[in-house]
């Protein structure tokens, strides 16, 4: 828990620094341009889809709601197919109202990696477009 919870605290004090991912923008994504994966081909084969555009869909699980260093919101969650593969994702600019179990598309960029300080977080997704499924 309390590593959950250190990762976190990076996570929102280096916020800012993720934010040179690309120039796109929220609200002029063309859906074409996400290679369509599942978790488990983001799993077992992260080489492939590294700092690729993706688009997926998953089950919630871990939802938290945080501030970064400049004050805006943003939501953290980790998505997972059912079993034991799992991305975590962000989402800046607001909180998101997500519940453990809800049923989500999202978009975003890959990375199979990413550092912060002395922490290593694999698989990592920074949302673009986070939709709830019925």
Do not use: W
Request: proline residues 2%; positive net charge.
């Amino acid at each position: 828990m309390s590593r959950v919870l250190i990762l976190s605290f990076l996570i929102v004090c280096f916020m800012p620094l993720a934010s040179s991912l690309g120039d796109e923008t929220k609200n002029t994504i063309d859906s074409d341009e996400f290679a369509e994966v599942t978790i488990t081909e983001l799993v077992s084969n992260p080489n492939q889809h590294n700092g690729q555009r993706v688009k997926l869909e998953g089950f919630v699980d871990k939802v938290e709601y945080t501030k970064s260093s400049k004050g805006e919101p943003f939501t953290l969650f980790r998505l997972n197919d059912g079993t034991d593969n799992e991305v975590r994702v962000y989402y800046e600019d607001e909180h998101l109202s997500l519940s453990k179990g809800d049923k989500v598309k999202i978009q975003g960029r890959y990375k199979k990696q990413k550092k912060y300080l002395l922490y290593k977080i694999k698989n990592v997704i920074k949302a673009r477009t986070v939709e709830k499924l019925s």
